[in-house]
């Protein structure tokens, strides 16, 4: 007998024969005798659409409010699971976030677990109830509900399975396991058995939406092996732990982020302190920066261009401006580009990845405007246009490369 968390994404409980399917496949396991935790999202594009519904009223609404607004998503989930498990004639309770004792910090939209008071879920699993939680929300200290930012219950689901040291965390979706690329893009996409925590937090945090990389990131820190798998077919997912077999590939996965702008400062002093001036600014509003390129100085000036987030894009084009060495200097904003990405341990000990994905990027024609790299990461800048297409030929070139 074991204690399993199972997590269930929108798609999983998008209408009334999805929610039935996953009440059987929950019910199964607890059928052969263990205990389940269930974690669920809102149904299909339930968040998605409560968004909408908020911008029609006030595009500027206050994160309190839209959190208000978006757990009401999760909740609808977790009642109709529960009744469909009644049905089948198991016990069950549900509970929301606040109830099965998430306490998160007070940042509304992208809150932090701080700790779970589980004892009401240890109480119902002691009285061999099956718990539904509602996943992605939590409460502060003040008692407002907040919640964990967009893709939130991957979180949720991981962070429970630490807490009560579940032996098994099984987050299902829509689509197999995690591929070597985006499954509904690529075609010839493969299902990895298994990746490390390590590979999967930077996939996950280069656009591969499969699992949230916060998730990933407690995965790692508490120990706790995740299961991706599909809640249609029942065949076995991929593995996320500490060390996976390598199945002697260089990359893992090609993956491509659009939620990215590009921000160019010209014709700055070429003189020390000003990538302090501007980077610390960003940073003190909690802008992330990404990929910094200057350009070597030229007649006392040089130019910095760097990458955040196309979220933040406006705040950024604010702050810069302001600063006093900057006024009357080009600022340039570009968002119709993308971040394209490889990601594999391999890489670190193979130095030839880099040119092979720039020579798929040559082939087709796309030129990289950035680039940059980790140990176990390449990024470049290109075109939004060209994303999909550059992800298809760097994942070709790679998948059909038997020289390193
Ligand atoms: P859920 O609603 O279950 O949380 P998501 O939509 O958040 O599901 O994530 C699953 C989706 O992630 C898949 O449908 C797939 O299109 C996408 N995806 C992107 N990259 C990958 C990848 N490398 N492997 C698997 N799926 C991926
Ligand atoms: N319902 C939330 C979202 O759409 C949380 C999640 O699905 O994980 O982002
Ligand atoms: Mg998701």
Redesign the pocket.
């Known amino acids: 007998m074991a204690l399993i968390v199972q997590k ?5 409980v998008a209408n009334a024969e999805r929610v039935n399917n996953v009440a059987s496949i929950v019910t199964d396991t607890y059928k052969d005798g263990n205990d389940v935790i269930v974690v669920v ?1 809102a149904q299909g594009d339930t968040t998605d659409d409560l968004i909408a519904k908020a911008q029609e009223i006030n595009p500027r609404a206050s994160k309190r409010e839209m959190d208000m607004l978006l757990t009401a998503g999760e909740q609808i989930s977790v009642a109709l699971l529960a009744m469909a498990i009644e049905r089948i004639g198991c016990p069950v309770i549900s509970m929301l976030g606040w109830q099965a004792g998430f306490m998160t910090n007070s940042a509304h939209a992208a809150a932090r677990i701080k700790t779970i008071k589980a004892d009401r879920v240890r109480s119902a699993i002691d009285k061999h109830q099956i718990v539904i939680v509602a996943g992605f929300q939590g409460i502060n200290k003040y008692d407002d509900l907040t919640t964990l930012g967009r ?1 939130g ?2 979180t949720s689901a991981v962070a429970l399975a630490a807490a009560l040291h579940a032996d098994r965390c099984q987050i ?4 197999e ?9 690529v075609p010839g ?1 493969r299902k990895l058995d298994e990746i490390t925590y390590d590979e999967m937090l930077e ?1 996950a945090t280069l ?4 699992l949230n990389n916060r998730s990933v990131e407690m995965g790692k820190k508490y120990n706790v092996e995740i299961e991706v798998l599909s809640s249609l077919k029942r065949v076995p997912g991929t593995i996320v732990k500490e060390t996976a077999n390598m199945e002697q590939m260089l990359v893992r ?1 090609v ?1 491509k982020d659009t939620n990215v702008a590009r921000i160019s400062i010209i014709d700055l002093p070429d003189v020390p302190g000003i990538a302090f001036k501007i980077f610390s600014r960003l940073a003190a509003k909690n802008i992330n920066v990404d990929i910094i390129l200057q350009s070597i100085g030229r007649q006392g000036s040089k130019d910095i261009t760097f990458t955040v987030s196309r979220d933040n894009a406006q705040e950024t084009m604010d702050q810069v401006s302001r600063i006093a060495e900057l006024q009357g200097k080009k600022i340039l904003c570009d968002t119709d580009v993308a971040k394209v990405s490889v990601v594999g341990a391999g890489m670190e000990t193979h130095p030839g990845a880099a040119s092979l994905m720039f020579e798929a990027l040559y082939n087709s024609d796309i030129n990289i405007q950035m680039i940059s790299t980790s140990e176990i990461k390449i990024s470049v800048l290109i075109d939004e246009k060209d994303a999909d297409k550059a992800v298809a030929e760097i994942h070709e070139k790679f998948m059909s490369s038997k020289s390193l």
């Open positions: 269930f994404g929108g798609s999983s999202s893709g219950s991957d299902f979706t829509d689509v396991g995690v591929f070597t690329a985006d499954p509904r893009k996409a996939l656009g591969a939406q499969v996965g993956t």
